[in-house]
């Protein structure tokens, strides 16, 4: 059984930076396509990032393109995202979501396996 294990999710100033973590447990990162998902209150969940080993460069959405980075480290078998000049509009809940094969969409039914949710809030 495939368990997603978020965190560094928090409070922070518009500006700042967080780095978000997704841990599989039960398969390594090298056969995920491992996606972010975020959803705030009254909106529908929306695709932010993805990266599996099967494609080139990682998907983005046009919201974060440029201040958010997806990256893996094989070793830690661990999937990151770090959010850069963070803006009000990216608070939400944002979800760590893993699809196998390896292919990144930004369709979250696709997804097989789901995080807990983490809760980034960009706040003055």
């Known amino acids: 059984q495939v368990q997603l294990v978020e965190s560094g999710g928090g409070l922070v100033q518009p500006g700042g930076s967080l780095t978000l973590n997704c841990t599989p447990s039960g398969i390594t990162v090298h056969e995920l396509a491992i996606g972010w998902f975020r959803q705030a209150p009254g909106k529908n969940r929306e695709a932010v990032s993805c990266?599996?080993?099967?494609?080139?460069?990682?998907y983005y959405a046009d919201s974060v393109r440029g201040r958010f980075t997806i990256s893996r480290d094989i070793a830690e078998n661990t999937v990151y995202l770090q959010m850069d000049r963070l803006k009000f509009e990216d608070t939400a809940v944002y979800y760590c979501?893993?699809?196998?094969?390896?292919?990144?969409?930004?369709?979250?039914?696709?997804?097989?396996?789901w995080g807990q949710g983490t809760q980034v809030t960009v706040s003055s």
């Open positions: 990266i599996a080993t099967s494609q080139g460069a990682p």
């Open positions: 979501a893993a699809l196998k094969p390896p292919l990144c969409t930004a369709n979250a039914a696709m997804y097989d396996f």
